[in-house]
């Protein structure tokens, strides 16, 4: 890693992105509590959605805060998972519906870094169904912590959402190695 990222990893977004790791260690710890779980759900969803405001609203936007961006959520959704499984509130099957998406991104970011590790770099596009994805997948997890009786139908309605929200990533990635390749 370069100086230039390094430092980009310090700058005000870095350090908001870096707040969900110590969150998603309080939400672990207090899974069973759901107060205070759902308080570290609300906080680690406004810091993923303060971090890139102030990213575009100063222009600190960079490639390592990007990348470090999308590894904190991932650490945060991983550690709320296992959390999740291990108290019981949710099933091995459920988390697997609710990463349906993960698992898909992750393929994606596999096959791109086996072509040349930099274009993990370049921006990617966000799709509409891979917000769907997300507010569903926090639903879903709100729905485990309160123990409420209908989160089968939302991890289902999440990985139909993390399919479609795969599918298109897929495909935007074509037509971006098409852009690419005829430059």
Do not use: C
């Not at 993923?48 to 990213?55: E, I, P, S, T």
């Not at 086996?114 to 274009?119: L, M, P, Q, S």
């Not at 926090?138 to 309605?157: E, K, M, N, S, Y």
Request: hydrophobic letters at 55%; zero cysteines; aromatic letters at 8%.
């Amino acid at each position: 890693m370069s100086v230039y990222a390094a430092r980009d990893l310090v700058r005000v977004p870095g350090l908001i992105s870096f707040t969900r790791l110590p969150l998603a260690v309080v939400f672990a710890a207090h899974v069973r509590n759901a107060p205070i779980a759902l308080g570290a759900l609300a906080l680690a969803g406004l810091s993923d959605v303060l971090d890139g405001w102030v990213a575009r609203r100063f222009h600190q936007e960079t490639p390592a805060g990007a990348v470090l961006d999308a590894v904190t959520d991932k650490l945060f959704v991983g550690v709320v998972a296992v959390a999740l499984v291990v108290s019981g509130a949710l099933t091995l099957t459920e988390a697997l519906l609710l990463g349906v998406r993960d698992v898909g991104e992750l393929a994606i970011a596999l096959r791109l870094a086996a072509k040349d590790w930099h274009t993990l770099f370049r921006p990617h596009p966000h799709a509409p169904f891979g917000k769907l994805t997300t507010l569903l997948q926090f639903g879903a997890v709100i729905a485990a912590v309160v123990r409420w009786p209908g989160l089968h139908v939302l991890a289902g309605a999440t990985a139909i959402a993390g399919v479609l929200a795969t599918v298109s990533y897929w495909r935007a990635e074509g037509r971006t190695e098409d852009r690419i390749g005829h430059a």
